[in-house]
Every structure is written in C-alpha cells, then in structure tokens.
C-alpha cells in the first residue's frame, strides 16, 4: 500500500488554521495509507488546540511542538513581512518532517503552507504526474495593488521569464517572455519550472537523495524555498508544476470572507465529477454485463474493481438469475438516471436507473426496458455497493428507433464469415516489429493490403517474406506523406476496397494481438449481427510492462480493429492531419461488440522510439490542436509507471 506523509509548519490564526485543516481532511486518497506531522510554531493558544484537536479516521498525527525563543511574524492587509530568522525556523521545521518521512518509510511527503486550502484532488494528481518533485501552482497579490502571481518561478530567486547567458533582453522582450510563461500555467497541464515552494510533493527517491531545506552557505537569496531548488538541482532532479487543481491562497484576512464561495464551487465541482464518475461506471456495468464474453468474464473476477466487497456479491446473486445467453447476445443498453440522492458529504448516493436494451439475440430483435436500483459508495473511488433489479418490460417506442437506426442502409451479410483482410500503413519499419507482427497475423489472416509510404529500407522486402504463404497486395507511395495522416488512412483504405473484403482487420505495424488471437479471432467473423469489434490496447514501455496512469490507460477502454465491409453503407472520415483514426469515425452507426482479446502496442517500447514520436508530435501538433499537448509532455517521464503484462491463455 502507497504510504502518504502531509506535513506543515505552523503558525497560523486560528479561522485559516481550521479552513486548512478541513482541506486536508477532504482530500482523496484512493485508499492509500495517509499519516500527518505538524510543527507547532504557534503563538496563540487557540491555535495550538486546533491542531491537538485535528484526528482524522485511520491516520497517525505526529505533533512536536517548539517553544524555543521565535521571532515576531507579522502579516497585513499589504503584505507578509519575513525575515532570515524566520525562514530559517521554518527551513529547520520543513527538514525535521523531511527526517520523519524517511525514518517513517513514506513513499511521498506532501508539505504544505498553512494558509492554502487543497482541492479534493491534490493528492491525487500531484502523485499521478510520477515526477519526484511537483507543486501544485496558485495565485497570488503578494503586494495589495500588484497582479496575481504564482508560487513557482523559472530561474534564479524569482525570475518568471527565460534568458541565456549573458542574453540581454529589453524590457518590452522580459515582460512579453514573462506573459507567456504565467499564460502557460494559466492553462491545465505540468510544466518544467526552476523554483517551487507552498505546496510541494516529493518522493521518497528525491529525499533519500538529499534533497532538503539546509542553507547553501554561499548563496545569497533569501527563502528557503530557494536553497531547496537549487540542491535539487544539483542532485539531478528536475522541477515541476502542476496546473489542474490550483490551491485557494489566504494571504491576507479579508480573503476569508471569500472561502464560503470557494467551497461551495468546490462541492459543485465534486459533484459533477462525481457524475462522471458514476455515469462511467454505471455504463460500463450494464454494457459489459451483454458482452460476448461477460460470463467467464465474471467467474475470473476481472469485474470486480467497479464494485465494494458488499456489492460484488449483490451484483453475482443478480447475473445468477439471469439466463444470459452471452455468447448469442448482441444488446446495447441506453442508461437514463430517473432518480438520484447524494447524501450532504456527497460521499454516497442511491440511484434508480433505467436501462433500455436493444439488439440482437439468438437471432431475435431484443427491445427491452429495466429498472435497477444501485447505491454507490465514495470509498476514495466511486464503487457500487449495492445492485438491485425492480423489474422489466417490454418497450415498444425503442425498438421502432431501433429498427429505424439498423434498416438506414442495406445491410449485407454473408452465409460464411468470408474472407479476412488485414491492412497496414508502413514506412521504414525493417529493423522495428515488422516482422514478428506480420508474421503473427499472417497465422489468422487471409489475405495482406499493404500501403508503404515510400520507405528507403527494406520494409517492402520484409513485407513479402513475411506474407509469402498468403495473399497479399503492396502498394508503395513514390514520396512520403505522413505529415498528412488522414490521406493516408483513406488511401489504404481504398485499397482494401478494391481487393473486396468481407472483415478488414487495420493494425499498425508496432501491433501485435496476444497469442490466443491466433485461436479466437476468427470465431468472432461467426456472429451475424456484429459489424464491427472493439478491442483493448495496451501501451508497452518494454518487451514486458505496458504504462499505466492518468495520461496512459487507453488500455481501460476499447477502440475498434475489425469491421465487416458493409458496401452500401455511407463511411465518413474524421478530416483532421493528425490522429483522425484509423477506421471512418461514424462506426458507431453500425452494430458493434467488445472483445475480451488485447492488442500490444509496442510503439512505445524502447527510450530511442519515444525520443522520435515525441520530436513527431510537438513538430506536427505543437498546440496540442489534435491530440493531448499534455499527453506529449509526459511521453519522456523519467519514472513512468509500469505493469508487468501477463500472457491470458
């Protein structure tokens, strides 16, 4: 289990002291084990017992208390009036919870000002972006009539733009750099800075290394913040800001008067997260319970995950009076909340749901309504905690829209599955995966649709080798034109079209099915009233491991590879450079299935390949107007989480 150290240094009035510790209070955990250290620098009594009286459930709260000879601190309606003696009592504080975090075997120490109050989601993301030393970004008027500034800097004491050595820039030149870097952190995202400090992650790597707040005897800035960055830096570990869930900043007394209204739009924000959340799950649940493979999906207990313990069994004692004959089944279920009530913590709700499902099964039109009750319980992640089904009927009005969405086009199917062709878009992939991929399909293929984007390697050699035992077509394109994905896409598809497919399977040529592939694609070509299977992809970092975290799980949902040609159907393009897709976007039109079979991206899977698709991608989408400018940024984490892949047999 991930262990958690939040700590602060305090000295603080008693209304801000409380409003924070109510913050560290509601932060999200996801069920890790969280423990508390505080200094008690306070002056005022009052004070000091809010912190004695501050016991969270299940965590340890470790409280020493100073009462050495401190020096006056006073903070206005202007501004905060430090000086050395100060910062270096709360350095001395910062590096005694530091001491604790070690001895304690914490994997991260959160330290944290007083004075700010968390988002919910802090602790989450600060940990989710896997950097050793991260701070969450907040604004503030450090003088009554300056602008909003934040809590991290790009060079020296607080320096917020960019220059070279011995660069000598204009005044008009600094102040544009400087917009530009507080207009950066303005937007959503995680950003290499040079300085850090108020709230500020570190893992257990980057304190074991020695980062800490100890003076730099030779270096004259003045903030103990300062000293810290520059150590880190010296150890080798970069710095970084996080931009998502800003902190609220109660610099000044007035801004107290501002909390209630933070909160409140907090516990609106919590709520429609926690719609998201819930919606997600809720339809993950009802869609994957029609499922082809749901059944033996079930008996592994690979479901398991959206449900608490109480749950699972309510959820397993309702399937087990369904007589759900999955593997003929084809439904869609069309959820609609017809009650929901969140209780005042917005930490549980009972929901009343109705599913409508429609489809196929056993070669009958389905068209049928439920009504479910479910209650969900906020246990760091949302989960069902109880399943309950109310009844069924009929429904009438959803299989005319139905019959309407399926009798749109002349629908065309074959007495045989047919035949099954594989496409792929190539361009010097000789020395990558080429030919363990091919070679891999061509034990489940019938015939090859090859489109070479003028390659100056032996990929077309590779090609033919590979697919001499089956059918197989090679166009090569005279120039290359990948800057223009969508073209291409469209091109090859064509070329499938001209060859007369029954199935078109479209892999890349660092995709690869896992090994049991071989054995059950083809079965799902069998089923009559599926035009088009969606599948999982996992992203692998190594031969072995595929990455897992907030900006890489698409491994968590599924995209379509196989489709049965239907020619009288109208197929449209997502018209876009960059990431349009490699199937005509407007599937969803089309009957569909998810598979439980998993697809290896090895695209990603040695430091020299990313090096070259993160070059790609910020050359080609720089602004992030295709895919996720964020997702970008964190393709060369130097820690990036990984899991081991198991082979399924």
Known sequence: MIKVLIGSSVRQDSRTLEYFLDSLRDLLTNGWKVDYMFVDDNDD?????????????????????????????????????????????????K?????????????????VDSDLLLHPETLKRLIATGKDIVSEVFWTQFQADSRELPNVWLMDAYQLCRTEREEQISQEEAQRRTQEFLTMLRSPGVYKVGGLGACTLFTRQALEKGVSYDEIYNLSFVGEDRHLCIRAAALGFELFADTYYPCFHIYREKYLEQVPDYLHSLRKMKFNTSMQVINGILKETIENLRTVDFRREMEEERFWHNFTAQGWRAFQSFVNKQELTSTKSILRAELVIKDLDFNENL???????????????????????EEIRIKMLDTGAWKIDEYEMIKEYEDHTEAKYCTSIFNSYTRQIKNSPGKLSLGMLVHNEADRYLRRVLEHAAQYVDEAVILDDASTDDTVSVCMDCLKDISHFIHTNSKNTFSNEVILRKQLWNLLIERNPDWILILDADEIFEDRAV??????????????????????????????????NGHLRHMPCLLRYQPHFSYQWREIPLHCGRFPINLGLLPGALSDLRLKHLGWASESYRKQKYKRYMEADGEGKYGSLEQYQTILDSYPVLKPWIEDE
């Open 95 to 111: 590096n005694l919870i530091m001491e604790h975090c070690k001895a304690g075997q914490y994997d991260y120490l959160l330290l």
């Open 519 to 552: 054995n059950r694609i083809r079965e799902l070509l069998n089923i009559p009233y599926v035009d088009y299977y969606m599948f999982r992809t996992y992203d692998f970092w190594d031969l072995d491991h595929y990455r897992e975290d907030e900006h890489w």
């Open 347 to 369: 930490d549980r709700c009972e929901i009343l749901l109705e599913v409508k499902l429609r489809g196929t099964s056993g070669g009958q039109v389905v068209n049928r309504g």
């Open 45 to 93: 009594e009052k004070s000091s017992q809010v912190l004695k009286d501050f016991r969270p459930l299940d965590s340890r709260v470790t409280l020493i208390k100073d009462k050495s000879k401190r020096a006056p601190y006073v903070k206005d309606h202007i501004t905060h009036r430090w000086n050395e003696k100060l910062v270096q009592r709360v350095a001395k504080n």
